[in-house]
Nanobody
Framework: EVQLVESGGGLVQAGGSLRLSCVVS????????IGWFRQAPGKEREGVSC????????LTAEAVKGRFTTSRDNDKMMVYLQMTSLKPEDTAVYYC???????????WGQGTQVTVSS
């Protein structure tokens, strides 16, 4: 069973930084691209970034480009979202996502809350 577990969320003041982590199990980690999504209260879930499986290319949403950095460590089966210059509008539950490379089933973590105070 594929599992994703996020950690690292919390409360931070505007302008601060947080690093989110996502550990993945139950799948050959090097075969999967991992995405970060977020969902703010009353809003739809939106994509934040995605890092590819083979060459670690990253796509980043315009809203966070230049402030958020995505990376992966295939040995540790971890993906990271380094968030800097945080804004109150970054407040949301952040989720990591993986699509199984064979079955194409989507898997989500349980989410981690990020709250940015003004």
């Amino acid at each position: 069973e594929v599992q994703l577990v996020e950690s690292g969320g919390g409360l931070v003041q505007a302008g601060g930084s947080l690093r989110l982590s996502c550990v993945v199990s139950g799948v050959t980690f090097a075969d999967v691209a991992i995405g970060w999504f977020r969902q703010a209260p009353g809003k739809e879930r939106e994509g934040v970034s995605c890092i590819s499986n083979n060459d670690a290319r990253v796509l980043t949403a315009e809203a966070v480009k230049g402030r958020f950095t995505t990376s992966r460590d295939n040995d540790k089966m971890m993906v990271y979202l380094q968030m800097t210059s945080l804004k109150p509008e970054d407040t949301a539950v952040y989720y990591c996502h993986a699509e199984h490379p064979v079955t194409r089933t989507n898997y989500w973590g349980q989410g981690t809350q990020v709250t940015v105070s003004s």
